[in-house]
């Protein structure tokens, strides 16, 4: 079966949105028309705290706390994400696959899921290269707490 052009169009939404989310779900035709999660690249940046704590007496465990905070920020707003992708395949793919029957419907289906499984594998990663950066920050933080 050949793809219909608008699952096209809405796999090129779906890229779009992972480029520039709030474009892409403000024109993809769903419920949705701002970003509504945070971007799990712009957390760890906020909690660039290498030097903040040098000196204070409890300056690891201070590294170690904003660690914690840092990866539960990245968390969250991952696991906003897959909710959102949740709901934005559900959307799209039930205005997509409305018209179709049979066999149609099962390809229509398949596709969406297809799509939805990627682009989940794509926010875990993300997460990932999150939480690094967070444990990169702690790390440097102990290492300027401890004097080196």
Not at 28 to 36: A, D, E, P, V, W
């Amino acid at each position: 079966m050949k793809r219909p052009d608008s699952l096209a169009v809405a796999c090129l939404a779906i890229l779009a949105a992972l480029l520039w989310p709030g474009i892409a779900r403000s024109a993809s035709g769903t419920l949705y028309f701002k970003q509504i999660c945070a971007e799990m690249s712009d957390i760890p940046p906020l909690y660039g705290f290498e030097t903040s704590f040098v000196g204070s007496p409890n300056c690891l465990n201070l590294c170690k706390q904003a660690t914690v905070t840092c990866e539960r920020n990245v968390k969250d707003a991952a696991s906003c994400q897959i909710a959102f992708s949740n709901d934005w395949i559900s959307f799209d793919s039930a205005v997509d696959c409305a018209d179709s029957t049979g066999r149609d419907l099962s390809d229509c289906k398949k596709s969406w899921a297809t799509d939805k499984k990627n682009w989940q594998a794509q926010i875990k990663q993300a997460r990932g290269f999150a939480l690094f950066a967070c444990t990169q920050h702690q790390q440097v933080c102990q290492l300027r707490c401890t004097g080196q």
